[in-house]
């Protein structure tokens, strides 16, 4: 996770030659993003797993202790 960026960098700079001269512009890298987007989603859901096993994923309002994520 800490090197995906590295890796598979989600733009990329380009050179673009123009009759003004040549120009610098980012070029979105359409699998990268998929890639990242796909591995947020499964720390999404990992994140999640944990906080309902840690019983932190509920609403409730039985308890009257203010707190309805109890």
Known sequence: MNN???EFPVFKMV???NVEGERKSNKMM???FRKLRDLLFEVHLY???LLEEAG???FT???DDGDPYN
């Open 30 to 32: 359409d699998g990268n």
């Open 47 to 49: 994140v999640s797993e």
């Open 4 to 6: 995906f960026i590295e």
């Open 61 to 63: 309002m039985d308890v």
């Open 15 to 17: 050179r673009i030659n």
């Open 56 to 58: 932190y994923s509920t």
